[in-house]
């Protein structure tokens, strides 16, 4: 059998390699450490790697002459190149996806990575979309940044070290906005947007953190990076602080102008993130979708997910289907009847589509089952996805009409892992057929 790793370390030495491949290997990571180029262009080529590491400490022209070489031989698979050092003074590079500065914890670059993964996928899927709807006459724009100022969100106490690094980020051309309060923080983020949230965490890191937190529990929010920047972090590592939703730790001991820069490339890479979301969630909203639902057709989704399935291998990437039925319970059969059951579909559609990943294609394939396809996805994930938007739902309240109560809707699922495209139209077959025996 042959060995795989997940990540690809490019370093000729262990002075960030040793410990980096040690942690990420206890994360789940598993790594393999490249010498020289000759070596990290065989590891990507034999193994099933899915994100390169490359210590500029070795050079910053010569990394960049390599993350641009690995790219073209992961082609038509998209991977992302974190690099690690530099310096502040280097300038910013598009042969890297993000810049963090040495030293680096592993739970942080874990955290960046499947960030910088999933972009990766969601970018490889709007190509597909690209061609899907080509053939249908309707073209997609390729994702491209906006070319504004990069817009940082400056959360804390107006100190003399904060006000001296949103100093630092003005001169760089960022436009800077000042909150005092976690209140007035939130008020900004919910009304304006923003590529990369700097907390001042002065001697205690309860608010900040605290904000980094509820980030994470917002959908709109969840992907903008924070970098905390603080004195100390009394009673808790820089470990947990990344564990809790912090993507960078900076001191006021670090100068100004590389804390600046660190939180400018999270801004910069952030930006194209958000480019490449905002592409897909656009090409969701076409003429040609369900009416009732705003979902892929079944026969578009047909014609796409050919696509897909060809694209699996090619990229060595797994993709599962999931299937969901409405389940028949007396609700349902009553809702029907009245004719509330279709007037729940719209709400229905829109619910799903929010909760779906960006990357993932959802279809009504009948009047009361649902199709998903997962790119990048295992069977096991696949199914707890699937299990997890039905269990939303199953807690949503449908109206069932003047002088009736309520309905909720469950589902029986069905999940499956694609592997021979040819055999696209079975795998999807054999989803519906687990979905109809109640999964």
Same mark, same amino acid.
């Given at each position: 059998m042959v060995p795989q790793a997940r990540l690809l370390i490019a370093a000729r030495t262990d002075g960030m390699a040793g410990p980096l491949s040690e942690g990420m290997d206890q994360l789940g990571w598993r790594t393999i450490t490249a010498r020289g180029p000759y070596a990290a262009e065989a590891a990507l080529q034999d193994l099933g790697v899915q994100a390169v590491v490359v210590d500029l400490s070795d050079g910053i022209e010569e990394a960049e002459a390599l993350a641009r070489k690995l790219r073209l031989l992961a082609a038509p698979r998209r991977i992302p190149v974190l690099a690690i050092g530099g310096g502040s003074g280097a300038k910013a590079s598009e042969a890297f996806d993000l810049r963090l500065a040495d030293p680096v914890y592993p739970a942080q670059v874990a955290m960046r990575l499947e960030s910088l993964v999933r972009t990766c996928v969601a970018e490889e899927e709007y190509r597909l979309r690209q061609e899907t709807f080509g053939l249908m006459g309707v073209g997609l724009d390729d994702p491209e940044p906006s070319?504004?100022? /990069?817009?940082?969100?400056?959360?804390?106490?107006?100190t003399p070290q904060f006000l001296g690094l949103s100093n630092c980020l003005e001169a760089a051309g960022a436009e800077?906005?000042?909150?005092f309060t976690s209140y007035t923080a939130f008020d900004f983020l919910h009304e304006s947007d923003f590529d990369t949230v700097v907390l001042w965490g002065g001697d205690a890191a309860d608010s900040a953190m605290a904000i980094a937190g509820g980030m994470r529990r917002n959908s709109r929010l969840y992907h903008i990076p924070c970098l905390l920047y603080m004195k100390t972090l009394g009673g808790m590592t820089a470990a947990e602080a990344y564990a809790r939703g912090i993507s960078d730790v900076a001191s006021p001991e670090t100068p100004e102008p590389e804390t600046?820069?660190?939180?400018?490339?999270?801004?910069?890479?952030?930006?194209?993130?958000?480019?490449? =979301?905002a592409a897909l969630e656009t090409a969701r909203t076409l003429r040609f979708m369900d009416p009732e639902t705003g979902l892929f057709t079944r026969e578009l989704f047909s014609q796409h997910l050919g696509r897909l399935a060809?694209?699996?291998?090619?990229?060595? $990437?797994?993709?599962?289907l999931c299937v969901l039925r409405v389940r028949e319970t007396e609700e349902v059969v009553e809702a029907r009847r009245s004719g509330w059951l279709d007037k729940a579909f719209p709400?229905?559609?829109?619910?799903?589509?929010?909760?779906? =990943?960006?990357?993932?294609?959802?279809? =009504? /394939?009948?009047?009361?089952?649902?199709?998903?396809?997962?790119?990048?996805?295992?069977?096991?994930?696949?199914?707890?996805?699937?299990? $997890?938007?039905?269990?939303?739902?199953s807690r949503t309240a449908f109206d069932g009409g003047d002088g009736r109560r309520p309905f909720i809707l469950e589902f029986d699922i069905g999940a499956v892992e694609v592997g021979n495209p040819a055999h696209i139209d079975a795998a999807l077959e054999a989803a519906a057929e687990m979905a109809r025996s109640g999964g």
């Amino acid at each position: 059998m042959v060995p795989q790793a997940r990540l690809l370390i490019a370093a000729r030495t262990d002075g960030m390699a040793g410990p980096l491949s040690e942690g990420m290997d206890q994360l789940g990571w598993r790594t393999i450490t490249a010498r020289g180029p000759y070596a990290a262009e065989a590891a990507l080529q034999d193994l099933g790697v899915q994100a390169v590491v490359v210590d500029l400490s070795d050079g910053i022209e010569e990394a960049e002459a390599l993350a641009r070489k690995l790219r073209l031989l992961a082609a038509p698979r998209r991977i992302p190149v974190l690099a690690i050092g530099g310096g502040s003074g280097a300038k910013a590079s598009e042969a890297f996806d993000l810049r963090l500065a040495d030293p680096v914890y592993p739970a942080q670059v874990a955290m960046r990575l499947e960030s910088l993964v999933r972009t990766c996928v969601a970018e490889e899927e709007y190509r597909l979309r690209q061609e899907t709807f080509g053939l249908m006459g309707v073209g997609l724009d390729d994702p491209e940044p906006s070319l504004a100022p /990069l817009r940082l969100l400056a959360v804390g106490d107006p100190t003399p070290q904060f006000l001296g690094l949103s100093n630092c980020l003005e001169a760089a051309g960022a436009e800077v906005v000042g909150a005092f309060t976690s209140y007035t923080a939130f008020d900004f983020l919910h009304e304006s947007d923003f590529d990369t949230v700097v907390l001042w965490g002065g001697d205690a890191a309860d608010s900040a953190m605290a904000i980094a937190g509820g980030m994470r529990r917002n959908s709109r929010l969840y992907h903008i990076p924070c970098l905390l920047y603080m004195k100390t972090l009394g009673g808790m590592t820089a470990a947990e602080a990344y564990a809790r939703g912090i993507s960078d730790v900076a001191s006021p001991e670090t100068p100004e102008p590389e804390t600046a820069w660190r939180a400018l490339e999270l801004a910069r890479s952030y930006r194209r993130q958000a480019a490449i =979301r905002a592409a897909l969630e656009t090409a969701r909203t076409l003429r040609f979708m369900d009416p009732e639902t705003g979902l892929f057709t079944r026969e578009l989704f047909s014609q796409h997910l050919g696509r897909l399935a060809s694209a699996a291998p090619a990229r060595n $990437r797994p993709l599962s289907l999931c299937v969901l039925r409405v389940r028949e319970t007396e609700e349902v059969v009553e809702a029907r009847r009245s004719g509330w059951l279709d007037k729940a579909f719209p709400q229905l559609g829109s619910m799903v589509s929010r909760l779906i =990943r960006v990357e993932d294609t959802a279809a =009504r /394939l009948g009047p009361e089952h649902f199709a998903i396809a997962l790119p990048a996805t295992p069977e096991a994930a696949a199914r707890v996805a699937a299990d $997890r938007i039905a269990a939303v739902i199953s807690r949503t309240a449908f109206d069932g009409g003047d002088g009736r109560r309520p309905f909720i809707l469950e589902f029986d699922i069905g999940a499956v892992e694609v592997g021979n495209p040819a055999h696209i139209d079975a795998a999807l077959e054999a989803a519906a057929e687990m979905a109809r025996s109640g999964g």
